[in-house]
């Protein structure tokens, strides 16, 4: 067979799947779908529990992954960025001891650097960068001497500040409307892992780690110095001390069936948002608000900006109503009888009563 033939086979079978599909159209048959499609099909059609998972294509872990991965199309920065408030981050000048204690503290591999405020960003600094300089600044100073130590901490200026050490790196900025994917990939190809969100004024909105990312496909990453936070402690008088960090989920698993929020539950994530619309404001310390179903609230600690603790308790009973004693209705015959009786009682019978008493 020919090459013309080869082509003109293609040509013709190409027409014919193109009628064929044209036909299917007309009766309602045909249907045109990606393997994208496909793929959310047979994840929607795959059992999750682990008993039925014996003759399936996918583990639940597998499973889980595609759907997120699936589902990261439609993310955006603003999703999964940590909100200003909860920033991290260093002023360029702080000296270096200062800066040792804030890594140690924060538990965390990178820290954002500015100016005067963080509006003011000018770059992030990695704790192996720190270390590097440290290391190298004691070697220098033990260099030329006779009697030579691995490492003298009290050779290293601990005071200067940290924007003479020059070691300062470049940090990424992106808005909250990026579709997370993108950053992904500038993350990956720019070797920076840390970016800032940079609000439609230049302020700084929120800060995302490729961690962040990471973590709405795989899920949670813990590592060895990672500790089990409980933003929800239950109390001895059946109310609960909550961070007002905690997601709504986490306090209706706390709570129980009696904390439901209804439509609140798309227009807030956390607890702390859950009291900002109920109170229509950021409301102030020891303010007690009204709560949804048989739960009330008590601001336990907040500050101008935003709520930190808040105690949750269920609402006491509302009292009996007290049943108020009618009077008889009195009808116009039995008061006309009355008026009657008391017409026919003259003087002279009121004077033989009270003679008689």
Do not use: C
């Given at each position: ?109 990178r820290l954002a650097v500015y100016g005067e405020t963080l509006d003011e960003p000018t770059g992030m ?233």
């Amino acid at each position: 067979m020919s090459d013309g033939d080869r082509s003109n086979g293609n040509e013709n079978g190409d027409y014919k799947l193109s009628w064929l599909e044209r036909l299917l159209a007309k009766i309602g048959f045909s249907r045109k779908k990606s393997i994208r499609d496909d793929l959310a099909e047979v994840l929607a059609e795959t059992p999750t529990s682990p008993q039925s998972q014996t003759g399936s294509e996918f583990s639940p872990a597998e499973q889980s992954m595609l759907q997120n991965v699936l589902a990261l199309r439609e993310r955006r920065i603003g999703d999964v960025m940590v909100p200003r408030s909860e920033i991290v981050a260093v002023k360029q000048d702080i000296p270096i001891g200062q800066l040792l204690q804030t890594f140690a503290k924060a538990g965390h591999s990178r820290l954002a650097v500015y100016g005067e405020t963080l509006d003011e960003p000018t770059g992030m600094i990695h704790i192996r960068d720190l270390v590097s300089y440290l290391t190298t600044q004691a070697a220098a100073a033990q260099k030329g001497k006779r009697v030579r130590k691995k490492f003298d901490p009290k050779s290293i200026d601990l005071t200067q500040p940290l924007i003479n050490t020059k070691i300062v790196r470049r940090i990424l900025f992106a808005p909250p409307s990026m579709p997370v994917v993108d950053l992904l990939v500038k993350m990956q190809a720019t070797r920076i892992h840390l970016a800032l969100v940079i609000d439609e004024y230049g302020g700084t909105d929120g800060l995302v780690s490729i961690e962040d990312i990471v973590e709405e496909i795989v899920g949670d990453i813990e590592d060895e110095h990672d500790e089990q936070e409980t933003r929800i402690v239950a109390l001895g008088d059946g109310s609960f001390l909550a961070d007002a960090r905690a997601s709504l989920a986490e306090t209706l698993e706390a709570a129980g069936t009696g904390f439901d929020v209804g439509a609140l539950a798309d227009e807030v994530d956390t607890l702390g948002g859950l009291m900002v619309t109920l109170a229509a404001r950021v409301p102030a310390r020891n303010e007690i608000l009204r709560g949804p179903g048989e739960f009330d609230f008590e601001i336990i600690d907040a500050d101008p900006r935003r709520v930190k603790r808040v105690r949750i308790f269920r609402r006491p009973p509302d009292p009996p109503k007290r049943e108020r004693k009618r009077k008889p209705k009195i009808t116009p015959d039995a008061a006309s009888a009355q008026n009657s009786e008391s017409e026919s009682v003259t003087p002279a019978d009121m004077d033989n009563r009270n003679a008689s008493g």
